[in-house]
């Protein structure tokens, strides 16, 4: 409890008596006419001013008392149900720990001091990191010398160790001069792009560009070829016909070579052409085939004539 203290009263009065703190707000003994009293008179008159003066005093002395009074003690039976209560508040949190602690069991650790989740995580980086690392490497041994060296993108592990994660090789896929050396070159390219076990989609993009440029190329080369046909045909004619305007008349030739070589002499004999026979000698020859039919009139051909009349057609035109 508070009290308000007022400034201005001057206390100059003792301590009050034992009555005074203990509540009594009764007039003191000291407050009262030191004069004694007749034994049959009356009281004498108390002073109004006097008595008012130290009800004032023993009222603020009281107060005084009062906020001084040291607080009465607890009951200790209180006290000891409030700390049995405490103790069992304190109980039900342990148990509640425990509890906590039985469904989270404690993580194990191996020699690199990893939790098992942690060891999980490296052995799915090593996987990762192999796979990539024979990705990147088909694609580079394929690509032969139109392919880079593979690049890789790394992750540090729980460990501290690095994982490839990621990777890339770069490949040439720009046509060359001649349509036949790019269709072998994209040919390797396509092989490149699909080389590993599992090709990614750009993988897959590379090899659909690379298909694309071999079936242009292809078609440069069909029409290259044709070019090269009709052009080797057109020379092949050329020359034939320069062969034929510079060989002489056989027919000529062959007259005089007849007639030079005929044994018989005979006009009109020479053969017919180069390696041929001779004009009399084909009519001998029919002679003969006639004679040996049963047709009348086929001994009456007269086989000068023939001669001759195969000589003059042998004859050049005069």
Do not use: C
């Amino acid at each position: 409890m508070q009290v308000n203290l007022s400034s201005g009263l001057a206390i100059a009065r003792p301590l009050a008596t034992p009555s005074a703190v203990a509540g009594d707000t009764s007039v003191p003994a000291t407050s009262q006419s030191s004069a004694p009293a007749g034994p049959s008179g009356p009281s004498p008159a108390i002073n109004p001013l006097t008595a008012t003066s130290q009800l004032a005093t023993d009222t603020l002395l009281a107060a005084q008392a009062l906020i001084s009074t040291p607080p009465e003690s607890t009951d200790p039976a209180a006290e000891e149900a409030a700390a049995t209560d405490q103790a069992d508040e304190e109980q039900t949190d342990a148990a509640a720990t425990e509890a906590e602690d039985e469904e989270q069991p404690e993580e194990k650790t191996n020699a690199q001091g990893l939790t098992t989740a942690e060891q999980q995580q490296v052995q799915e980086l090593k996987q990762r990191d192999a796979e990539v690392k024979r990705h990147e490497q088909a694609h580079a041994a394929v690509g032969g010398q139109y392919a880079s060296a593979p690049t890789y993108e790394y992750q540090t592990g729980p460990d501290g160790r690095q994982y490839a994660i990621g990777g890339e090789v770069s490949i040439n896929t720009s046509p060359l001069n001649d349509p036949e050396a790019t269709i072998a070159k994209l040919t390797i390219v396509r092989r490149a792009a699909l080389a590993p076990a599992e090709p990614s989609p750009q993988d897959q993009r590379v090899a659909a560009e690379a298909n694309q440029g071999i079936a242009q190329a292809s078609a440069e080369l069909r029409t290259q070829r044709q070019e090269e046909a009709r052009e080797a045909r057109r020379e092949e004619e050329e020359q034939r016909t320069e062969s034929l305007e510079d060989r002489p008349d056989t027919t000529t030739r062959s007259a005089e070579a007849g007639e030079s070589s005929d044994p018989t002499g005979q006009p009109g004999s020479g053969q017919f052409g180069e390696g041929g026979i001779s004009a009399r000698q084909a009519a001998d020859a029919f002679s003969q085939a006639a004679a040996l039919t049963e047709f009348p009139s086929a001994r009456d051909i007269d086989t000068e004539r023939i001669s001759r009349t195969a000589a003059e057609a042998q004859a050049p035109a005069g």
